[in-house]
């Protein structure tokens, strides 16, 4: 637990090797292997955390206003958004929470600090497993969109993707809790690198398949109006959307399940020992990817964006 003075954060419980090494460092005499920690500044994460919070709850409040987006592809992207915005106020929260510590503003027992440490942990670790699962959700949505388009409204009904969000809902917040309460268990961390590298596989299978078969239909129509340049511009754009879409997933997610990784492997090696004191990197690039969310997934539908114009004119 972070005391004033001290550079790591409050969400500590996934950045701990082993009861045995928690704390450990490369040692000092260790000259022929340098270690390069990259300093994050608590303001970067003030600045991340108040954009990625603005950006969401614009998401939340369009989608909630304008009844054509009512739709069960919605409610994923909207679900996406509240837990992008959980992870904001999470990190918002303790970035306060620790510059106040920091500059003694905030005298309270270390008890108590270390009972708001674990709700912040549980809250970030639920927010950050939740908004996994959604993403996978709305790669599993599109999937089905297109390749059962004549009968997607009889297999995804409001009813079942509720449902849906609710289990994720559910079962995030009970992850989170037991992730949080059994860190220092190599079963609970491979739980989570599974749970990764499971949805990252299910969104690389569904989106090439998916991008397979626009190049498929591009070729059609293609044969059809004897139109190339067109056909290579579909393909293109197509390849760009799906390296946007799972190399920034990639990027940002995958430092982080790396060092929960290492954790397992090497917890006292030495190069395993430097990459862990980069883990505040690791969480700046998690908020990241809650910035890049609403680019991605919400703000490219033109009806959202219309409504979310009209939510600022009205506000004005």
């Not at 497993?129 to 409001?158: C, K, Q």
């Not at 992850?175 to 491979?190: D, E, P, R």
């Not at 799906?242 to 954790?263: K, N, Q, V, Y």
């Amino acid at each position: 637990m972070p005391m004033p003075g001290q550079q790591k954060r409050l969400f500590n419980s996934l950045n701990a090797t082993s009861p045995d090494a928690l704390h450990q460092v490369v040692p000092a005499n260790r000259t022929d292997f340098p270690c390069q920690v990259l300093f994050v500044p608590n303001a970067l994460f003030l600045t991340l955390g108040l954009l990625s919070l603005l950006e969401n709850i614009m998401v939340v409040v369009a989608i909630t206003k304008n009844r054509n987006l009512h739709a069960p592809m919605y409610y994923f992207v909207c679900c996406l958004a509240l837990s992008d915005l959980l992870v904001s106020v999470s990190n918002l929260l303790e970035t306060v929470v620790v510059l106040l510590l920091e500059r003694g503003l905030l005298a309270i027992q270390a008890p108590v600090v270390q009972r708001l440490n674990n709700v912040i942990d549980v809250l970030i670790c639920g927010s950050m497993m939740s908004s996994i699962s959604f993403l996978g959700a709305i790669a599993v949505d599109r999937y089905i969109s297109i390749f059962y388009a004549l009968r997607y409204r009889s297999i995804v009904t409001p009813c079942r993707a509720q449902g849906v969000l609710a289990g994720i809902w559910v079962s995030s917040a009970l992850s989170g809790t037991l992730f949080i309460s059994y860190y220092n268990h190599v079963a609970v961390l491979l739980c989570l690198i599974g749970f990764f590298l499971s949805m990252l596989g299910l969104m690389v299978v569904l989106y090439i398949h998916m991008f397979i078969r626009a190049c498929q239909h591009a070729r059609r129509i293609t044969r059809l109006h004897k139109r190339y340049p067109v056909h290579q511009l579909s393909i293109l754009r197509g390849a760009v959307t799906l390296t946007i879409l799972l190399g920034i997933f990639f990027l940002c997610w995958a430092p982080f399940f790396l060092h929960l990784t290492l954790i397992v492997l090497c917890p006292k090696h030495p190069t395993c020992s430097c990459y862990f004191q980069n883990f505040n990197l690791f969480l700046i690039l998690i908020i990241c990817n809650s910035v890049i969310d609403p680019l991605i997934y919400a703000f490219r539908s033109q009806e959202l964006r219309k409504t979310l114009k009209e939510v600022i004119l009205c506000s004005w």
